[in-house]
């Protein structure tokens, strides 16, 4: 099975601040990777597929990167409306594995 | 306008089943892979299965192979889980979410529900 490290598991950040989380295959996933964003008791909302994809209507600040076994989400100028728990997710052979998230909090 | 709305979920006693549902409108069903993803509370997401369109493949995480069992009926537009011998670790908020293929490639989890909780508890 593929395992996904996620880090760090939680930030504390300020409006305006560039914000950058990472997710590490266990192996080579090549680009099969998501990237979510969920807010509290709502359901995740895809950001990010592809690996360096931007969904519909996603704000341009956020951006994805990385191949193989390192991905990067990059959020550029943290909005308040960022706030946030964030988490990857491979898609490259079952089963599917999510990262261990990392909450983005206002600092 | 897409739409996930799931259902079922409850309380229910360790050892016991319930089966959760998910109604789908605004796009073409019979084309799409379904998902069930769930998420313990306070903790993170974890997938648990999905079905093809035809209904002819099925993946099942681990540690619910041999008691859950995903399925689908095309035409009521819905995508179920069976839950049986449910364990006080199956208790979490359960998602279903639409997996779209196309040529090899596949857009994992673009749409999903509200969630329905299912607690396991004496």
């Known amino acids: 099975d593929i395992q996904m490290t996620q880090s760090p598991s939680a930030m504390s950040a300020s409006v305006g601040d560039r914000v950058t989380i990472t997710c590490r295959a266990s192996q080579g996933i090549s680009n099969f990777l998501v990237w979510f964003q969920q807010k509290p008791g709502k359901a995740p909302k895809r950001l990010i597929y592809a690996a360096s994809s931007l969904e519909s209507g996603v704000p341009s600040r956020f951006s994805g990167s990385g191949s193989g076994t390192e991905f990067t989400l990059t959020i550029n100028s943290l909005q308040p409306e960022d706030f946030a728990t964030y988490y990857c997710?491979?898609?490259?052979?079952?089963?599917?594995?999510f990262g261990g998230g990392t909450k983005v909090e206002i600092k | 306008e897409v739409q996930l709305v799931e259902s079922g979920g409850g309380l229910v006693q360790p050892g016991g089943s319930l089966r959760l549902s998910c109604a789908v409108s605004?796009?073409?069903?019979?084309?799409?892979?379904m998902g069930w993803v769930r998420q313990a509370p306070g903790e993170g997401l974890e997938w648990v299965a999905n079905?093809?369109?035809?209904?002819?493949?099925?993946y099942y995480v681990d540690s619910v192979k041999g008691r859950f069992t995903i399925s689908r009926d095309d035409a009521k537009n819905s995508v179920y889980l069976q839950m049986n011998s449910l364990r006080a670790e199956d208790t979490a908020i359960y998602y279903c979410a639409t997996i779209y293929c196309s040529n090899g490639v596949c857009q994992f989890f673009n749409y999903w529900g509200q969630g329905t909780l299912v607690t396991v508890s004496s």
């Open positions: 079905i093809n369109p035809d209904g002819s493949q099925k």
């Open positions: 997710l491979h898609h490259k052979s079952y089963p599917l594995t």
């Open positions: 605004g796009f073409t069903f019979n084309s799409y892979w």
